[in-house]
């Protein structure tokens, strides 16, 4: 089983409450102003709303000393992006599980059927329409009308596989990423194939609100189909679902026979081989933000099963060596070389970078459902982004994108968003 | 001294034959009163019996409880659970058995409450505990992912049985056994609801719980006018086509043909599964069939652990070659 | 027109099948974590009944839920769906109970409601497959039952159900107050809605326990469950291939012929 919170007793029981999870570590620290690395604490500003907090709430459950059906313990439990920013600073100093805890406790609640009400209407879009935003999945493929481009609904085969994601295929904003995405591919010579209409959802939602059960359906769905559609190479725009087949898909034990890459590494990988040649200026001072799921979350997670063994006292010696995930693999060079090649850009680094990022707000369903929370906490992205004096951020992910408009719009901010799509087709 | 009914079958006509599930309920019904060293009776409820008595002996029955009259032409729950009661108390089995059909299904629970006994409904095996003697039911449950063997506590140890579940024996018009007519009385003050009229849908081929064959089709067909294919292969057998779920949620077939764990249940001998991945919720419907057949893209998908034979490829370039092939064996002679 | 609609909370049939598990002693799965349980599909289909009459000629619709340790965010889904008020039928001792046993507590707190018109429920509850809950709360209430309603109208004195049957439908007319049971031709449940689960915080729900119904303790099953296992399957796929997927269809013909001629 994938979640299951006794796997995670011992981490739990170890947490010493020494509050690393909610800063990053020491030495990546540039101000005070942005210090902070949870939203979750940042905002609420207690212990147990933080990743130490939650592994007590998850060890209580676990112990049977909570009841599912409390309340604030799901108030508690979902006010969080499952960001994995604790993890990555758990991990620089001690070796604990942090963010899988946090997916398993909801894993728990929602076993008991507790989960929240208002996750009630986004998990049934997804049994009955395949994607979390409500939308009817005869309209999936709707962003590619008039694209020349292959769609496999239709039958066929293609060897790079073109996977849009819900919010790119229905935000009528966004869904022009993922048009430019499919233009800049076939300018570069990639016979690029599309599944249209019966495009699915990665998963990744039902995944990080605890539904485990409704992601496994999905990811398997997924991955069987790109088999059969004979993908080498499975391309996504929507950095959630890339996060979430590097790091979980795996787990699920099916073969998969396609690698999955981001659009950012592509777009790299094609500019460095000259297939795509950046000629525009664009004189704009850019910055670029981590999204956690193509970043620290991407790391493909590996299951520690084994002993443990208590030698001198109090060092934890682990019987297989435990494969420790810090968030060191995700993707952050591709997308920054990516703007680099931009001619006349100005690129400047925000203080909390890579595994390290502050979230945008808009991950473990906190958008959908707790949108005060997630724009708080894109406005303070925002404001980071204005203290180096940006004028643009430039990410890769749909939900980050959205989350960040809104809150520049909502806080009246004069803050550009752009994809690295984008901004690499304006380059052109 | 003749022996005791134990075994009592509740038959069902179709036309004026006895259905299907009525002759398989007597072979299955005769192996267990055989190993109890018992008889077999059926009750028959129609406006007119014909020569149904007569089958029903030849298929295994040693008495026939034969009640005709014009209010029993149409099935009425309440008109028929009077006159059912009224038998089965007298007959007083060991062991009553119905088929699981829109008529069984209706009919059983309501008897059984009216018996004050259990029932084990859409049951897959029946047989003796040779031990206690009582009658061991088999189930599936949790749609089709456990079966279940339950025991019951009460009498008449009641089931319903699933079409193909127990096997009709060959008509044996010599075996002797006896037609007992029996006058039905109605107490029409307790009839509380009452039957219309019957609409027949136009429906391809033979309806779908029936069909000796079923061509299904699933979300990989790709679209409404696929299924045409699948028209043509069931054809060859006079069966009938299904679709899984996302097909139906697709609009691409109407929900009436949705073969699964919330449609149709179906346990053909020849069931051909085509671009669909075997999902447990579309295996509900169709793992009792007798022989599988799987055609798909994907070598890894679900349904090659359930089917007897499989090609693994795409439905557009296997379907007509084979309809063809078929089409061609049914003209000429064969090579 | 007062309708009340019967739903069971139950293990989601639709879980992942690496996902189910059996508990040997108990006889029963065991619920995974990550899957939530839900309202029996067909009991969500009786719902759609229910809330399809209130749209057309107006009704108030109560839910009712029996069972132990119901999950608020499952049982309370019919109140966001559009039903006025929910019923929750909650005690340990109302655990597992028989389908006989459950349609007598139903019936006793069907008749504690009171007024109703029409009693509503879907064909099974999609865990143990029976189909004998609706047929028996009929029987313990006295009323006519229609089984397998693809299409429900309420005329006059009267309910007209057509009730699917294999070449069709039948149309049958019963006196209300009934009991309908509910196939999944009737359709699907509408979409719960973010409006339809704030405004359903504020419909009443009523928690009654087996004193609230005098009732006694509940009979013992009459049905005991020997044995519950996982089938096994010993079927081998025989994979037919060729050179090309022509070759394989002719190839897979012949065996289709040998094995199921015409």
Known sequence: MLLDLNDYRNDMKRCARCSICKWPPLAQMKSWRFSQNCPAISRFNFHAYSGGGRMALGLALAEGKLDEADEELSNIVYRCTACGACDSSCKYNSELEVLWPIYATRARLVGAGCFREEHGPIIESLRREDNPLMKSKSERGRWAEGLDVKDLSKGGQAEVIYHAGCLYSFDPELSKVARETVTLLRSAGVEVGIRGAQESCCGSMAFQLGFQGEFIKFAESNIDDWNALGARKVVTSCACGFGIMKAVYPLLGKKMKFEVVHISQYLDELIREGKLQLSKKIPLRVTYHDPCNLGRKSEEYVPWKGTEKKVLGQLIVREPEKTVHRGWEGVYDPPRDVIRAVPGINFVEMERIREYAWCCGAGGGVKTTMDDFALWTAGERIAEAQSVGAEAIVTACSWCERNLRDAAAAQGKKMQVLDIVELVKQAR | ??????????????????????????????????????????????????????????????????????????????????????????????????????????????????????????????????????????????????????????????????????????????????????????????????????????????????????????????????????????????????????????????????????GKIVSPNLYLAVALSGSSQHMAGCGNSKMIVAINKDPEANIFSFANYGVVGDYRRILPPLIERLKQVRKGPKD | MQVIVCLKQILDPEMPSGSFHLDPNRKRAVPPPGTPPVLSPFDENALEAALRLKDGQGAKVIAVSLGDKLARAVVKKPLSAGADELVLLEDPEWEDLDHFASARVLAAAIRKIGEFDLILTGRQA?????????????????????????????????????????????????????????????????????????????????????ADLKLASPAPARCELVDLYLPKRETVCEIIGGESPEEAALKLADKLLEKCPA
């Open chain 2, 1 to 262: 001294m003749a022996k005791k009914i134990k075994v009592l079958a509740i038959g069902e006509l179709a036309g004026n034959q006895l259905s299907p599930g009525t002759r398989e309920l007597l072979g299955g019904g005769r192996d267990l009163a055989d190993s109890l060293g018992a008889r077999v009776g059926i009750v028959l409820l129609s406006e007119s019996a014909g020569k149904t008595g007569a089958e029903a002996i030849a298929y295994g029955a040693d008495e026939v409880y034969q009640a005709e009259a014009a209010f029993l032409k149409n099935y009425q729950p309440e008109v028929y659970l009077q006159v059912l009661e009224k038998i089965v108390k007298k007959v007083g089995p060991e062991i009553l058995l119905l088929a699981q059909t829109a008529t069984g299904r209706d009919l059983a629970p309501r008897l059984a409450c009216r018996l004050k006994t259990a029932l084990a409904p859409d049951c897959v095996a029946l047989a003796i505990d040779p031990d206690s003697g009582l009658l061991r039911m088999t189930r599936p449950v949790y749609g089709g992912r456990a079966l279940a063997v339950l025991v019951c506590k009460t009498r008449p140890q009641m089931a319903t049985v699933r079409f193909r579940a127990l096997k009709s024996r060959e008509p044996d018009p010599s075996r002797p056994g006896e037609i007992k007519p029996v006058t039905p009385e109605l107490d029409q003050s307790k009839i509380k609801s009452k039957f219309i009229e019957k609409v027949v849908e136009e429906v391809k081929g033979v309806p779908l719980e029936n069909a000796r064959v079923v061509a299904c089709g699933g979300r990989g067909m790709g679209g409404a006018e696929a299924y045409a294919l699948l028209e043509e292969l069931a054809q060859f057998w006079g069966g009938a086509v299904g679709a899984t779920r996302p097909a139906c949620d697709s609009g691409w077939v109407s929900s009436a043909r949705q073969i699964g764990l919330t």
């Open chain 3, 126 to 210: 999609a865990d143990w497959d029976a189909g004998l809950v609706g047929s028996a709360l009929a029987e313990e209430l006295g009323l006519g039952c229609v089984t397998l309603a693809r299409k429900i109208e309420v005329v006059k004195d009267k309910v007209r159900v057509e009730r699917v049957a294999p070449d069709g439908y039948e149309v049958v007319e019963a006196l209300r107050p009934c009991v309908v049971t509910v196939d999944s031709e009737l359709g699907e449940l509408r979409q719960i809605t973010m409006p339809g689960i704030f405004a359903a915080k504020k419909k009443p729900i009523q928690e009654w326990k087996p």
